[in-house]
């Protein structure tokens, strides 16, 4: 190991090396979940530099932990417990961020974060269009192809990667910053690299896809019934103003309780109980109001849903600012982990079965497991539902962690089984949710995970646990 | 043989089992280029029966060509010389579309050609947004992830594909029929499948993301002074209409003198000599007129840019019909052939430097070529350019063959090393661009897909050609 450092520090300088245990506390503990220890911190400034630090410590049989802003929810960025691996760090690696307007397009260093490159981009009326809680830096975004609340308008980060460069475990640095939108040329080497949490290689810079900034931005709360007027209010609003449509977000009773109780908000919106659920609907445009009314466009939407068979599901529509509702969703989190023992599921099913599927994990889980409570919100304009399990702490008895994996998979065999869904709709694959990895994967897939690794990084060298 | 066609028959039936020379004509040539030599030809009707077909070939060592609507232009779908292949024809596979309106989706079967797909979801208000001069079989333009005129809107195959079923050459059916668009659970193993030219295993299903279907769509011709007023106003109307935008083709003079001297129209639309580019703008939308005037739009959109710093380079606007200015366009290719000899090049650059290698190109071909013609057509808003070389017959001398490639290989080199472009915009990789991809593709690449071929297809049964 002090040979290693010694090599490290040729690389990075003097100052890229961490090995203090204070320095390197942030390092071994994620940003909500998960802790480890690492023998060590290195933090490269170039591509060329990764590449060698990947190259030094492979040579040496050393295993390295990627990681960029250490935001994600599944440890994949955290070293395990061995205390044997070093955390390659990009947060260096972030001084370039080249926008080209007019090919619509940004180049950008891994360790580059999400809002350093839309206030670059800003300049240029234009925006990377993945909307998270978190800023994470876009090679730790790509290698988790991250959702969010805007993917029902602009897609995933996948759709909007066009060039990639990775450092694989060997030192080889593969370069293709391709600004391409058409390229047919055969396997698309870069989507290896995408959810694959680092593990075949790392990200050192991409070209990505922007889009123009909205100019126009509207939005509600409407209170709907039930899950079920959830999805008829979003088919109309899905026929009437489709490509308008940037965010549907449903809030709970029970989350909004939570809110309402805990959470910090300037009154309460709802006229006694909230809702089945409190339905967040934005509407953006980058054209002018010239061009586009917005606001005329929502309600007109509106107007047509409250005049249609369905209207009775919606039993008010609130107006009022935009980022009072969205800060109202945004306290969702916090305001349900005052409530008691938290487990927190990131699934998906085909949207229009978010109803059924919600109302009968609800009605099975009470038959099941007296006391645990189901406060979900949701992406319901994509199919993603954060279904949050809230129980009083004493329920997990003796072994919580068994207890609440028991919670765990009970709730994903429904999802994944029987409702064609899956148990990791946007936070990726890590140690955290291996087994369920394991379980659902099919051999097919874990079989190509294996050759690519043995092809890729034959030693092993990347991450601290594997697909295959 | 024999006992391979028996075992054929039993498993598609006696008339799914083609063998004479009459009825295997039309498997063995290409829409437009290349002809091979096939033992038979089978066509399965589901996707057991395309597995059982791949388990009988290959068990046997006899080599299969998959083949979709045979529109492909690189020669990916047609048995090679040697006829010993068996060429598996998808076109009893088409009996499938399953719509589903609130997900947005559509389960089909590979053999269901596009032109059948948009009928049944008109029905639904919807469209699949891949548009081509051709109608493809859905597993045809999933292997080759093709683009079309209307990518700068929708993007490509890939971006709309959610799930995929796949028949192994060892009869293994691997089936992940999905319709999540979240679902971030590691490797995305259908990615391999797309572009690939169905050499990993046959397409049998996919499930595909559609859209809602426009209904407002305007067009007008632009006539453009140059390439970069060309460039100049794509520049305008993406910062005014950007959403709105659903193709932007440029024709240039070479080529529309072409179809004037050649194609059928009702009369010339251009006063005296045609412009340098005659640019089809087409806006689009599934908003109602009541919320979004799209004529306006559009007028005001130009009306922006002819009051702008940019407006000496655009000449003229004509009025007139959308589907008249789209004929003139899809004359092109047919005209040109009247000309002489066509090489029909389909590359691709960042579309900021569409203008500058097209005057390079032409520049350069007239020094190095003389007598050869540069008539360009393209999709300038990707940055997709048919680059059609035009000369007269005898220029290539005793081997046109050769003076082919040699032209072929002169503006490849300068697209992809000098612009950054690609040799392959959209009609993806096969026999007739082989060499290309061979100099071009990196190692790292080449090595994957040893390895993936390696796992997913050991005996090497599919297909005519190799990407490792």
Redesign the interface.
């Known amino acids: 190991m002090q040979d290693l450092l010694e090599a490290l520090r040729a690389i990075v300088g003097v100052d890229g090396v961490l090995v203090e245990a204070n320095d390197l506390a942030t390092y071994e503990r994620g940003w909500r979940y998960g802790v480890g220890k690492a023998a060590a911190a290195v933090k490269p400034r170039t591509p060329r530099e990764v590449a060698d630090v990947l190259a030094a410590c492979t040579a040496r049989g050393v295993r390295v932990q990627p990681m960029g802003a250490n935001t994600g929810l599944v440890g994949a960025s955290n070293p395990d417990a061995s205390g044997t691996m070093v955390v390659l760090s990009l947060e260096r690696l972030a001084r370039t961020i080249e926008v080209?307007?007019?090919?619509?397009?940004a180049l950008v260093d891994a360790g580059v974060t999400l809002s350093a490159l839309n206030e670059a981009l800003a300049a240029h009326?234009l925006v990377f269009p993945i909307d998270l809680g978190a800023d994470p830096q876009l090679g730790g975004m790509i290698a988790?192809?991250?959702?969010g609340s805007r993917?029902?308008r602009y897609?995933?980060v996948?759709?909007h990667l066009l060039g990639l460069e990775v450092a694989?475990a060997d030192g080889?640095l593969?370069s293709?910053l391709?600004?391409?939108?058409?390229?047919?040329?055969?396997?698309?080497?870069k989507?290896?690299f995408?959810?694959?949490?680092g593990l075949f290689g790392v990200i050192t810079r991409a070209v990505v896809r922007v889009?123009?900034r909205p100019r126009q931005r509207v939005a509600t709360l409407a209170c709907a019934a039930s899950g079920e007027a959830v999805?008829q209010l979003?088919?109309t609003l899905?026929?009437?103003?489709?490509?308008?449509l940037s965010a549907y977000e449903a809030v709970s009773r029970e989350a909004l309780a939570a809110v309402l109780r805990h959470g910090v908000y300037e009154r309460n919106p709802f006229q006694g109980e909230p809702p089945a659920y409190a339905v967040l609907i934005e509407l953006s445009?980058?054209?002018?109001p010239?061009?586009?009314d917005l606001d005329?466009?929502l309600h007109?939407a509106l107007g047509a849903h409250l005049e249609g068979p369905h209207a009775d599901g919606i039993e008010d529509v609130l107006v009022g600012r935009g980022e009072d509702f969205w800060h109202l969703r945004h306290q969702v989190s916090e305001s349900l982990r005052e409530e008691g023992a938290v487990v927190g599921l990131d699934l998906?099913?085909?949207?229009?079965r978010m109803a059924a599927f919600t109302e009968d994990v609800r009605a099975r889980l009470a038959a099941r497991f007296p006391g645990v409570r189901v406060a979900d919100f949701g992406?319901w304009g994509?199919?993603?539902t954060h279904l949050n399990l809230v129980h009083d702490k004493a329920l997990g008895g003796d072994d919580p962690a068994a207890f609440k994996r028991a919670l765990q998979d009970f709730v994903y065999e429904v999802c994944v089984r029987e409702y064609?869904?899956?148990?990791?709709?946007?936070?990726?694959?890590g140690p955290h949710n291996l087994a369920a990895?394991t379980r659902?994967?099919?051999e097919?897939?874990r079989?190509?995970?294996r050759?690519?690794r043995?092809?890729?990084d034959p030693s092993q060298s990347l991450g601290s646990f594997d697909?295959g």
């Not at 998906?348 to 229009?352: E, F």
């Not at 064609?420 to 694959?429: D, K, P, Q």
């Open positions: 080209e307007p007019l090919d619509g397009v009326g988790t192809n991250t959702g993917l029902v897609g995933d996948r759709a694989l080889t593969v293709r391709t600004r391409l939108r058409k390229d047919n040329t055969g396997l698309d080497l989507q290896l995408v959810g694959t949490s889009v123009p999805l979003l088919a899905q026929a009437e103003v489709g490509e308008l445009t980058a054209l002018l010239a061009v586009l005329a466009a007109a998906s099913v085909p949207r229009s992406h994509d199919g993603g064609g869904g899956s148990y990791s709709a946007e936070h990726g694959v990895y659902y994967t099919p097919t897939a079989a190509v995970c050759v690519l043995a092809t890729l697909l």
